[in-house]
């Protein structure tokens, strides 16, 4: 591949590779359970990796699965990567899980690509579609093995129906295409959890912050995000309202 390809396109094919591999490596039968998630997740991670520094020579990455190094904190472009989010479910021969590859610029994150490969699908900031309508009653997407307390409180105060999934980026997925409203999450994250997928929902009209509204800032020295609200922009200010109740507090994963 040509290193002129541009950034939208290098992290949507990045992720689309990624995700072929890791179905390979499933779909192998060499692996079960945690060993299959240990040997997707190193995989993966070798080829994203190996890609970006072919790729992107001069770029700073940040990956879950590599050590972190002081590195690229001096860098402007960053490149924060999950090689495989939803390490159970990819396990489990589910479909909700996700690789995600963003390129952070001076904190923001500009660029994002998920990929769905249990789906066939890969959602890009480079190539936005339009928003379905929104669910009536709204729908909120929680942890399928322990949605937050937070979540339950505020889906409550909204009339919203609990939807349970897997990773996060296929939950923020979801609010994209549509199957979903919100999806807010408080039980701690990491950055490479948030990148893409915040890249992918701001480009395609969503909003994105912490739950305080606050935004959301990548490559910093404590890579740990405790918190994630991704909506559509007409119940952001309400949620955020309702996410300050000091009655609602819990943790989801």
């Known amino acids: 591949m040509s290193a002129a390809l541009d950034d939208a396109a290098l992290a949507a094919h990045l992720a689309e590779t990624a995700g072929r591999i890791l179905l390979t490596v499933r779909e192998s039968g060499l692996f079960a359970g945690k060993a299959l998630g240990r040997a997707g997740d190193q995989v993966a991670n070798q080829f994203l990796i190996h890609a970006l520094r072919e790729q992107r020579p001069d770029d700073g990455i940040l990956s879950e699965e590599s050590k972190d190094t002081p590195d690229r904190l001096t860098k402007s472009r960053v490149w924060i990567v999950d090689p495989l989010d939803g390490t159970r479910e990819y396990g489990e021969g589910r479909s909700d899980?996700?690789?995600?590859?963003?390129?952070?610029?001076?904190?923001?994150?500009?660029?994002?690509?998920?990929?769905?490969?249990?789906?066939?699908?890969?959602?890009?900031?480079?190539a936005p579609?339009?928003?379905?309508?929104?669910?009536?009653?709204?729908?909120?997407?929680?942890?399928?093995?322990?949605?937050?307390?937070?979540?339950?409180?505020?889906?409550?105060?909204?009339?919203?129906?609990?939807?349970?999934?897997g990773s996060a980026g296929a939950k923020a997925m979801a609010v994209v295409r549509g199957e979903a409203d919100i999806y807010l999450h408080t039980g701690g994250q990491y950055e490479w959890d948030s990148a893409a997928p915040a890249a992918v929902a701001l480009a395609h009209g969503l909003h994105a912050s912490r739950i305080d509204g606050a935004p959301l800032v990548y490559n910093q020295q404590d890579v740990a995000m405790p918190d994630l609200l991704i909506c559509r922009k007409e119940m952001a200010d309400s949620l955020i309202a309702a996410c300050r109740n000091p009655d609602t507090k819990g943790r989801d994963e």
Do not use: Y
């Open 129 to 165: 579609v339009a928003l379905q309508p929104a669910n009536t009653p709204p729908k909120m997407l929680v942890s399928r093995t322990r949605p937050a307390a937070e979540a339950l409180a505020v889906a409550e105060s909204f009339g919203a129906e609990l939807v349970p999934m």
């Open 97 to 126: 899980w996700a690789v995600h590859v963003a390129l952070a610029i001076d904190g923001e994150p500009v660029i994002g690509a998920v990929a769905l490969p249990g789906l066939d699908v890969t959602l890009t900031s480079g």
